[in-house]
């Protein structure tokens, strides 16, 4: 069930306090932290958890080394850059 590990706690390495793994889970967004094994694995199972519960895609997602930093904040300034140009375009 998808939901059966939601109450447990543990101190965020990320954060920097408690947080249920509710919250790792789905950190406001579809997929889970990228830290979610890292994080849980001493707590239960889970890769099977995350196998059970998630496609294939996702797992894949979770299983890739982090972007460089460098890479995201390029991304982050691409996307700055068309919103920007979408919002002078359309005035």
């Not at 920097?16 to 790792?24: L, V």
Request: with cysteine.
């Amino acid at each position: 069930m998808l939901t059966e590990h939601d109450k447990i706690e543990r101190l965020c390495p990320m954060l920097g306090h408690e947080i249920s793994f509710s919250y790792c889970r789905k950190p406001g967004q579809e997929i889970p932290c990228r830290k979610v094994f890292d994080c849980w694995w001493e707590r239960f199972d889970i890769q099977a958890f995350i196998s059970e519960n998630f496609s294939t895609e996702v797992q894949n997602t979770l299983r890739e080394p982090p972007k460089q930093k460098i890479h995201s904040l390029l991304e982050i300034i691409e996307q700055a850059r068309r919103n920007t140009s979408e919002k002078q375009g359309s005035c």
